[in-house]
């Protein structure tokens, strides 16, 4: 008999669940549930004009030979040759760690989201459908929209949501509130982001690709060049993408919407974090535009103990502690494997 398993999240996390069960049982049949228009959670890509960039999640690391065997069978990745470096609150830039530094940085052509797309293919993925509540229903799992719509009746489930949205998807259902699966989901702590991508008419002569502030104290946690990706910028210009540090990120979040900018449109924190990026680059000249992305649960900054609840499974880089793409992947992986446990 065919069970269903119910997958709420399109991030990488719940379509490796998704793909693994597919390709390794036939009656094991995954539904993804995704509230958003694509796939990928923050391993997302954008296109403005004739630049492209990720503005979430920007590489994947291949750290083992199952991880490296899934970026290969895509059939476009490339790596990122230059290295990360990193720097410190006074903007001093140094070399870092050289095992860090050079390690595989992979990406591909088209974005990031290519990996999400190759990990969708031939999945049952139902887009812009916010799961709500979840209910038991004798020996299944009940899924309810945000309208109420019943989506369906489920031998399992898989939430790979950011543990505040999992844990009030079952508290909104008819399970005791105070379970263990939620109240370890309420320990989780994250830290937001606000990327700046920035379109300039020349690039900075660095001997870097990227730099990691090392001691949190700056308002800029991360600053790359996008324009070292193919495809990602017109020749010899300039593609700079910061993410922000949660503080930066905590005291403008209200303030800062999602959106392009022209430098004259651009709210004043973000020419403030313009005149930053400069110190660390130099100057680029006027910038074309700026895009602001927000990331509100972007890093993990703690796992949470408990995984699964009756066939309730958790995965998603919350439970490796760390916003990392690989992580994410074998967190489904892993999810698929105590899904084939506790149906088969």
């Not at 228009?37 to 750290?63: E, L, M, S």
């Not at 899934?70 to 140094?94: M, Q």
């Not at 449109?265 to 000249?285: F, K, R």
């Amino acid at each position: 008999m065919v069970k269903r398993v119910a997958i709420v999240g399109a991030g990488v996390a719940g379509l490796a669940a998704a793909r693994s069960l597919v390709d390794t049982y036939t009656d094991i049949v995954p539904v993804v549930f995704e509230k958003s228009r694509g796939v990928g959670g923050r391993a997302a890509t954008r296109r403005i004009g004739d630049f492209c960039f990720d503005h979430g999640a920007q590489y994947v690391k291949a750290p083992t030979p199952a991880i490296r065997d899934l970026i290969v069978a895509t059939g476009d990745a490339v790596t990122i040759d230059r290295p990360v470096w990193t720097f410190t609150r006074s903007n001093t830039i140094a070399p870092g760690d050289a095992a860090f530094a050079d390690e595989q940085k992979w990406t591909w052509p088209t974005g990031i989201t290519r990996l999400a797309k190759y990990l969708a293919g031939g999945i049952d993925v139902r887009l812009e459908t916010t799961v709500a509540r979840l209910n038991r229903e004798g020996d299944a799992y009940r899924l309810f929209a945000d309208d109420g719509q019943v989506l369906g009746d489920f031998a399992a489930v898989v939430l790979t949501a950011p543990a505040p949205q999992s844990a009030a998807i079952l508290m909104a259902g008819n399970f005791n509130k105070a379970n263990e699966l939620v109240e370890a989901l309420q320990t989780v702590q994250y830290r937001r982001s606000i990327s700046i991508t920035v379109a300039f008419p020349k690039q900075p002569a660095v001997p870097w690709y990227a730099l990691v502030n090392v001691d949190r104290q700056h308002t800029i946690s991360w600053l790359a060049c996008e324009h070292d990706k193919p495809n990602r910028a017109p020749p010899d210009h300039g593609l700079l993408i910061a993410q922000m540090s949660d503080a930066w990120a905590q005291t403008y979040w209200d303030e800062l919407q999602k959106g392009t900018y022209t430098l004259s449109e651009a709210p004043s924190p973000v020419i403030e974090a313009l005149a930053d990026i400069t110190l660390l680059i130099g100057d680029l000249g006027a910038p074309y535009w700026i895009n602001i992305q927000r990331w509100r649960y972007a890093l993990p900054d703690t796992a949470p103990p408990l995984r699964s609840y009756e066939r309730i499974v958790i995965a998603g880089d919350l439970i490796g502690g760390q916003g990392r793409v690989h992580l994410a992947i074998e967190s489904g992986w892993q999810a698929a494997n105590q899904i084939r446990a506790l149906l088969l």
